[in-house]
């Protein structure tokens, strides 16, 4: 009996541990604030990876965490903070945007890093990109990195857009 009740208890608090770590969705679908350093060393590559243009970021627990789906038919975009040591190509980032697409496909998806004390010219040499004619760019197998600075010199965005359907049969229509 002793036994039997022993067993129940440790089942018990077992089961109430595993809840207590899981980050627990809030009515406005945003998530608890979740223990940051663990998430980003598991979402942090992923994320680099995707604002690098080398890898689409992947449905991932971590990802899920820190960039909880919306509703369908709401604008699914993210601004997150990352740690101070995190880093695309080799440069500081202050803050990252990410434009996913509404599951269907057709929008694609950005990933932009705000990159602070760095000028457009350092930028593009650390993410090898083209001049371009407008902005530094490059090509990517994946999509387009390109760098701009739409607020002033003081920050460099450094964006990788992911192409959707729609602008892939938009780039293949020919007027009749």
């Given amino acids: 009996m ?3 009740i022993s067993t129940t208890l440790l089942t018990l608090s077992l089961v109430g541990a595993a809840h207590a770590q899981m980050p627990v969705p809030l009515l406005d679908n945003e998530p608890a604030a979740p223990n940051a350093a663990p998430l980003w060393a598991v979402a942090g590559p992923m994320l680099q990876a995707a604002l690098e243009c080398r890898e689409d970021l992947p449905d991932h627990p971590a990802t899920r965490a820190l960039l909880p789906r919306k509703p369908v038919g709401e604008e699914q975009h993210y601004r997150l903070t990352p740690p101070s ?5 080799g440069l500081p980032v202050a803050e990252i945007e990410v434009w996913v697409d509404d599951g269907s496909g057709e929008l694609g998806h950005g990933y932009t890093s705000h990159i602070r004390g760095r000028t457009l010219a350092e930028v593009a040499k650390a993410a090898k990109l083209n001049k371009g004619k407008s902005f530094p760019n490059r090509k990517t197998p994946m999509g387009g990195l390109m760098a701009d600075q739409p607020f002033g010199p003081e ?5 990788c857009t ?3 359907s729609y602008a892939t049969h938009e780039n293949e229509y ?3």
Avoid: N
């Fill in 2 to 4: 002793l036994r039997a």
């Fill in 162 to 164: 992911i192409d959707g």
């Fill in 155 to 159: 920050s460099v965005q450094l964006t």
């Fill in 174 to 176: 020919r007027e009749p």
């Fill in 85 to 89: 040591g995190f880093r695309v190509f």
